[in-house]
């Protein structure tokens, strides 16, 4: 029996689909941050390099994993450094990347644009942080449209809200 894989992407996304301007994300939302901190915390995270480096390295308590067309060497870090769960892995494809993801774990896709659409047909969950706000940019999320997305569940803050979607 095939069992199919549960893969959620997970963005910030404006109104008119940015998700990032200049390597870098176009508003500064705390309580985003938190958000992606606990959902994503003990995962799989999967992110091309860009998003790597905007991030600024491995988040602690994960395992991430990059897609790039340059891969760098496997790194397991220790404890001391980022925690027990934390791992870097680099990868050159999005199927090598589900390939290395641990099975006992979520798996999270974690930008940027071009890792989303690619992994658009994959994807089982979206979790969105849909921000009130239309800014410039050069870097978007596919569009969320209600004949493959049914939204599941909804937590409004001001300027933001918090959603979640499974594919219909």
Known sequence: MLVRMQLTAIAAVARNGVIGVAGALPW???EDFARFKQVTMGSNLIMGRKTFESIGGALKGRISIVVTSRPGPAETLTPAECGAETRLLWVSSLDEALAAADPAKPTFIGGG????REAWPLL????I???????????????????TWRETWREPHDGFCFVNYTRA
């Not at 644009?113 to 989303?116: V, W």
């Not at 089982?124 to 979790?127: E, G, M, R, S, V």
């Not at 009130?132 to 209600?146: H, K, M, V």
């Open 124 to 127: 089982t969950d979206l979790d």
């Open 113 to 116: 644009g071009q890792l989303y």
């Open 28 to 30: 500064h939302i705390p």
């Open 129 to 147: 942080t849909q921000v009130d706000r239309s800014p410039a940019g050069d870097t978007y999320f596919p569009e969320i449209s209600p004949d």
